[in-house]
């Protein structure tokens, strides 16, 4: 199995990808701001709102794109399908990670993350700019299905058949606290499993041997249905891209936990 992750090295040495910033805060100040401060030369700004996600809706804060605007906003940045893409941002991957799982779910077949993000090419001494680059026209012609997706009531029911994994911070899990949503708690039978807990030193992902032992810890193993959510979608792709390297495959609820409790006919655990 080929990696979804990459190194600074390996991405200074590929030839020719389409690299794409997503760089990007909860509340601001915008990516693009950080972007034009400094980038890997050659990428491209990928706005997580307006690219990566639909306008907030019954389906969450993040739904997924329409497959026609997700194509339109691929193509401008340039992005070609028989061309390899590599995303990053500065977060640890979590933003990043719905960029990889996006671009995969809409039929590219070569994504990866850069491990570490920006911060690992940094330490790596390799080099930034300012320069905004205007690529060409891409040919990425978007194709719905290429990854696993949950809606609200296959989500519930993996929960009792399955594993269904809550990749947010545990007090949200727990219902002790919630910040955007209306509702603190998480989906019953869910299993706490913050998305913190797959890095290590540096915001690198953990090795594939030790993800395995993380989410053996969980109930997951080779067989065993799993899939993930958290607040909107984001930090849960970035669970489904740790479950990859671990070679276990998952789906992702997209609407998560924004969607899911702005229905109040949904029952709400809390608690450990």
Known sequence: MTSPLISPAELAALDGPTVLDVRWRLGG??????????HIEGAVYCDLDADLAAPPSGGGRHPLPEAGAF????????????RPVVVYDDAGATVAARAWW?????GHQDVRVLDGGLPAWIEAGLPITKDVPRPAEGDFTARPGG?????????????????????????????????IDPVAGHVPGAVSAPTTENLGPGGRFLAA?????????????????TGAYCGSGVTAAHEVLALEVAGLPASLYVGSWSDWSADPSRPVATGA
Do not use: I, N
Request: glycine residues 14%; negative net charge.
């Open 29 to 38: 100040p915008p990516g693009l701001d950080f972007y034009r401060e400094g």
């Open 71 to 82: 194509q339109s906003a691929m193509r401008r940045l340039g992005v070609f399908s028989g």
């Open 102 to 106: 996006t671009l995969r779910y809409f």
């Open 147 to 179: 990854m696993p997706a949950l809606t609200a009531d296959e989500a519930a029911a993996l929960a009792g058949q399955g594993v269904l994994l809550d990749a947010r911070a545990g007090e949200r899990y727990r219902g002790e606290v919630e910040p």
């Open 209 to 225: 041997d030790a993800l395995r032992d993380r989410f053996a810890g969980l109930g997951v193993r080779e067989g065993v249905a």
